[in-house]
């Protein structure tokens, strides 16, 4: 009898219901800017503060166009891998704060020979079902998840 295949990979795409969710978010934030009874040069200042938050994280984090957006998750005998155009496969360890629900995924991870934590939203909608939930399940019971690249 032989052993299952410790080998998983799997991509996403840009999320609708995530893009839906980052401008609903930013939407309040500049109304409450102006709702809020501050001086201008502080309203000023906030409103450059979330353009500029949407100019990083809508390309890299939502509708993945940057070349350095990650879209991929593989494991497999050299432990856990992330992909993006620029780089390709990369090691990374994965870390415990990782969070795998039904409705997103929330990968938490540090790249190999960065000390800095860096995380992914992979909501349902950016894959397949049964991918979505092959993903929830391999990183709730995989072996050794945590483990450092070697």
């Given at each position: 009898?032989?052993?299952?295949?410790?080998?998983?990979?799997?991509?996403?795409?840009?999320?609708?219901?995530?893009?839906?969710?980052?401008?609903?978010?930013?939407?309040?934030?500049?109304?409450?800017?102006?709702?809020?009874?501050?001086?201008?040069?502080?309203?000023?200042?906030?409103?450059?503060?979330?353009?500029?938050?949407?100019?990083?994280?809508?390309?890299?984090k939502i509708l993945l166009t940057h070349p350095k957006a990650f879209m991929g998750l593989?494991?497999?005998?050299?432990?856990?891998?992330?992909?993006?155009?620029?780089?390709?496969?990369?090691?990374?360890?994965?870390?415990?704060?990782?969070?795998?629900?039904?409705?997103?995924?929330?990968?938490?991870?540090?790249?190999?020979?960065?000390?800095?934590?860096?995380?992914?939203?992979?909501?349902?909608?950016?894959?397949?079902?049964?991918?979505?939930?092959?993903?929830?399940?391999?990183?709730?019971?995989?072996?050794?998840?945590?483990?450092?690249?070697e």
């Open positions: 009898m032989s052993s299952p295949s410790n080998a998983f990979e799997c991509r996403w795409h840009a999320s609708r219901q995530l893009l839906a969710v980052y401008l609903l978010a930013q939407l309040f934030a500049l109304g409450s800017l102006f709702l809020l009874s501050i001086p201008i040069w502080a309203s000023v200042l906030g409103i450059f503060a979330c353009l500029a938050h949407g100019a990083g994280t809508l390309p890299r593989r494991r497999d005998a050299d432990g856990w891998q992330l992909w993006n155009r620029a780089s390709g496969w990369q090691p990374v360890q994965l870390r415990p704060d990782s969070l795998a629900l039904p409705l997103i995924v929330v990968l938490r991870f540090r790249l190999q020979g960065e000390r800095r934590i860096r995380s992914i939203c992979v909501p349902r909608d950016s894959q397949a079902a049964d991918l979505h939930r092959r993903l929830r399940v391999r990183l709730t019971f995989s072996r050794r998840r945590w483990a450092a690249p």
